[in-house]
């Protein structure tokens, strides 16, 4: 039998595994990558954001850090992706 997902369940596990990874960033990338063609191939990329060091596990980058002056971009591969609302 046949089955498919629908793209809302890839955008959903790549932002779970982009949260609670903790491999190397260049397989993040990979996944990113993989996701984003997706997105905008089906015409639904709707951007992203960072994940800051609370969502992160322990001892590990976060994709943003706040500061007074311009934010820091420790681990650019810790994103959140949504999609775009079909019209």
Not at 12 to 23: F, M
Not at 33 to 41: C, D, R, T, V
Not at 49 to 75: K, S
Request: aromatic content about 6%; charged content about 25%; some cysteine.
């Amino acid at each position: 039998m046949r089955k498919t997902v629908t793209i809302q369940t890839i955008v959903d596990e790549v932002n779970h595994r982009n949260k609670v990874s903790t491999c190397n960033p260049q397989v993040r990338e990979g996944w990113n990558a993989l996701l984003e063609g997706i997105l905008l191939e089906t015409d639904t990329y709707g951007g992203y954001r960072y994940l800051e060091q609370c969502a992160v596990p322990e001892g590990q980058l976060p994709g943003i850090v706040r500061t007074m002056g311009d934010p820091i971009f420790p681990d650019e591969t810790r994103r959140v992706y949504r999609m775009r609302q079909q019209q």
